[in-house]
């Protein structure tokens, strides 16, 4: 079977720092790329992070320079350290395995007060 696990979402004001963490089991973890997207309501879900299997990243324009993927080979994990956190940001977070097949997580939702 296989389980995708997000956490740490919450409430947070703009400005503060928030890091989400997704767990991954039933993959051979080493060999997937994984990502964080996100939704807002009446949205489409959106790109925000990927990191490879070799470490490489890519983020979306609008999170450049305030998020942070990361990925422990160890644990089956991946993080996303969120900084400087703008309301924009509210929405719903969802982790993904992706090759060859892809997996998603139930999503985790993240909160900005303005």
């Known amino acids: 079977q296989v389980h995708i696990v997000e956490s740490g979402g919450g409430l947070v004001q703009t400005g503060g720092a928030l890091t989400l963490s997704c767990a991954a089991s039933?993959?051979?973890?080493?060999?997937?790329?994984m990502g964080w997207y996100r939704q807002a309501p009446g949205k489409q879900r959106e790109f925000v992070a990927v990191?490879?299997?070799?470490?490489?990243?890519n983020y979306a324009d609008s999170v450049k320079g305030r998020f942070t993927i990361s990925r422990d080979n160890n644990k089956n994990t991946v993080a996303l350290q969120m900084n400087s956190l703008k309301p924009e940001d509210t929405a719903v977070y969802y982790c993904?395995?992706?090759?060859?097949?892809?997996?998603w997580g139930q999503g985790t939702q993240v909160t900005v007060s303005s």
């Open positions: 039933g993959i051979n973890f080493r060999v997937y790329s």
């Open positions: 993904r395995a992706d090759f060859p097949q892809s997996y």
């Open positions: 990191i490879a299997k070799d470490g490489s990243t």
